[in-house]
Nanobody
Framework: VQLQASGGGLVQPGGSLRLSCAASGFNLDYYATGWFRQAPGKEREGVAC????????SYTESAKGRFTISRDNAKNTVYLQMNSLKLEDTAVYYCATSARGCTTNLSEYDVWGQGTLVTVSS
């Protein structure tokens, strides 16, 4: 049972990146999958989540209108499309799954990916 996050990198303000979260050993469609981020010196925070089954999505205020979370069941992968990136989006981004739905309680996410670094800089 494993999640592999990828797609981070260096991007200029206003640019875009797409992060991927590939699952192995289990079916992502059976779990809620969230994207989280942790900036240096700050606590880990939620960014977006996609529910199991119907795929309903939710976003934090900082992500609304700029980020889109989606799931490709055939590839067993969840994506985070990030547009109009800002300096304050710089962080390590993690994906994680929860059997309890899209919750804001990080302790209810059971499987975590290793993180991928996103750096927004001019």
């Amino acid at each position: 049972v494993q999640l592999q996050a990828s797609g981070g990198g260096l991007v200029q303000p206003g640019g875009s990146l797409r992060l991927s979260c590939a699952a192995s050993g289990f079916n992502l469609d059976y779990y809620a999958t969230g994207w989280f981020r942790q900036a240096p010196g700050k606590e880990r925070e939620g960014v977006a989540c996609i529910r199991r089954g119907d795929g309903r999505t939710s976003y934090t205020e900082s992500a609304k209108g700029r980020f889109t979370i989606s799931r490709d069941n055939a590839k067993n992968t969840v994506y985070l499309q990030m547009n109009s990136l800002k300096l304050e989006d710089t962080a390590v981004y993690y994906c994680a799954t929860s059997a309890r739905g899209c919750t804001t309680n990080l302790s209810e996410y059971d499987v975590w990916g290793q993180g991928t670094l996103v750096t927004v800089s001019s």
